[in-house]
Nanobody, 123 residues
């Protein structure tokens, strides 16, 4: 599975961005896809995921971010609204094959990672 993240950029606080994660995979609809983010010197953190269990969000983005997928286009989106300076990070998408013991926020669940796209929110 190959993943290509895009859509990052510079936006003012309160603004919106939509990230895309395009996948090259057969039976893409079977895979869970998650978004994580990372700032320099800090560990990569879970943001949101879509899987066979439904949708999951980190508390810090609930009510502001929306994850969705278009299986016909093999693409997962992350709509980010009401952006804050603390949302500034490199955002990564990742994919996971079906798992019997699924933990959406656990990095070790995801075996395939995209290259990251930078989101900068100015105050």
């Amino acid at each position: 599975v190959q993943l290509q993240a895009s859509g990052g950029g510079l936006v003012q606080a309160g603004g919106s961005l939509r990230l895309s994660c395009a996948a090259s995979a057969r039976s893409f609809n079977r895979y869970a896809v998650g978004w994580f983010r990372q700032t320099p010197g800090k560990e990569r953190m879970f943001v949101a995921a879509t899987s066979w269990n439904g949708l999951d969000y980190a508390d810090s983005v609930k009510g502001r971010f929306i994850i969705s997928r278009d299986n016909d286009k093999n693409t997962v989106y992350l709509q980010m609204n009401s952006l804050k300076p603390e949302d500034t990070a490199v955002y990564y998408c990742a994919a996971a094959a079906p798992s019997s013991s699924w933990s959406a926020g656990a990095m070790w669940e995801y075996h395939y990672w995209g290259q990251g796209t930078l989101v900068t929110v100015s105050s």
